[in-house]
């Protein structure tokens, strides 16, 4: 697919943006994905070339967590395995769905997340601890599941497996923070290796939008702001509102 110079201009600063909300407040998905939607590349472009920007961010938050001794390598290693494995199917099950019906069900489950995200995060904290085999199987369980909608989808992947994995796998905090970094970076390699495969990359757009991609995780990252929801919030509405309108445009 052919790429020209207001790809990059519509793109490149939007990803920008979603780097900076990810690490102000998380969700950065929502607006790392409708960006190329809105630059005008079919769905299955956009998907395959948004896993291979924002795994650059991924990539370098878990090299941070894994450097600082943050992740769990040995209760993480069942959960990365599940994890490829879903997230394969969900990307080969997105593949083979048309292009326009795929707009079709973005249009709902966007709007969806946004709202949960956004909206309705319940209390993540600390629950009893299971036995640890038992931690393990459930929290395998749940990186499979989830690695089935990231390598379909994607956006809140994160925010998502660290609420099911301190809520339903009773695992602690802490850990849950470092394993989460684990599975979400498998999750979006795998996926990203289904695209390239089947030729659903673009190289030159996904490598200079994942470059500023960390840019902006990086400065928002070292921004202190205590209202940092407050602020993301609208930036988030607003791209997902131009997404909306132009999806309805083109379906209408």
Same mark, same amino acid.
């Given at each position: 697919?052919? %790429?020209?110079?207001?790809?990059?201009?519509?793109?490149?600063?939007? $990803?920008?943006?979603?780097? @900076? $909300?990810?690490?102000?407040?998380?969700?950065?998905?929502?607006? !790392? +994905?409708?960006?190329?939607?809105?630059?005008?590349?079919?769905?299955?472009?956009?998907?395959?070339? #948004?896993?291979?920007?924002?795994?650059?961010?991924?990539?370098?938050?878990?090299?941070?967590?894994?450097?600082?001794?943050?992740?769990?390598?040995?209760?993480?290693?069942?959960?990365?395995?599940?994890?490829?494995?879903?997230? !394969?199917?969900?990307?080969?099950?997105? %593949?083979? +769905?048309?292009?326009?019906?795929?707009?079709?069900?973005?249009?709902?489950?966007?709007?969806?997340?946004?709202?949960? +995200?956004?909206?309705?995060?319940?209390?993540?904290?600390?629950?009893?601890?299971?036995?640890?085999?038992?931690?393990? +199987?459930?929290?395998? @369980?749940?990186?499979?599941?989830?690695?089935?909608?990231?390598?379909?989808?994607?956006?809140?992947?994160?925010?998502? %497996?660290?609420?099911?994995?301190?809520?339903?796998?009773?695992?602690? %905090?802490?850990?849950?923070?470092?394993?989460?970094?684990?599975?979400?970076?498998?999750?979006?390699?795998?996926?990203? $290796?289904?695209?390239?495969? #089947?030729?659903?990359?673009?190289?030159?757009?996904?490598?200079?939008?994942?470059?500023?991609?960390?840019?902006?995780?990086?400065?928002?990252?070292? !921004?202190?702001?205590? #209202?940092?929801?407050?602020?993301?919030?609208?930036?988030?509405?607003?791209?997902? $509102?131009? @997404?909306?309108?132009?999806?309805?445009?083109?379906?209408?």
């Amino acid at each position: 697919m052919e %790429l020209h110079l207001m790809h990059f201009l519509i793109v490149c600063p939007l $990803v920008f943006l979603a780097g @900076f $909300v990810d690490a102000v407040a998380g969700g950065g998905g929502l607006i !790392s +994905l409708p960006a190329y939607l809105i630059a005008g590349f079919p769905v299955h472009f956009a998907i395959g070339t #948004n896993k291979l920007s924002s795994g650059m961010g991924t990539l370098i938050a878990t090299a941070k967590y894994a450097k600082n001794g943050y992740i769990a390598w040995k209760n993480a290693v069942l959960c990365i395995i599940t994890a490829l494995i879903g997230s !394969s199917i969900g990307a080969k099950l997105a %593949l083979r +769905l048309d292009d326009y019906y795929f707009k079709r069900l973005i249009l709902v489950i966007l709007p969806c997340t946004a709202l949960y +995200l956004m909206f309705g995060k319940p209390f993540i904290g600390e629950k009893e601890a299971f036995p640890l085999r038992k931690m393990i +199987l459930f929290s395998a @369980f749940i990186a499979f599941v989830i690695g089935i909608y990231d390598g379909f989808y994607g956006p809140g992947t994160g925010t998502f %497996l660290l609420l099911l994995l301190t809520g339903v796998a009773h695992m602690g %905090l802490k850990e849950a923070n470092g394993i989460t970094k684990a599975i979400n970076l498998t999750t979006n390699i795998t996926a990203l $290796v289904v695209f390239l495969i #089947n030729g659903k990359v673009l190289l030159p757009l996904g490598i200079a939008a994942g470059v500023c991609n960390m840019a902006g995780n990086y400065l928002g990252s070292h !921004s202190f702001t205590s #209202n940092g929801h407050k602020i993301v919030k609208p930036v988030m509405i607003v791209v997902i $509102v131009i @997404f909306f309108i132009k999806v309805l445009t083109e379906l209408i």
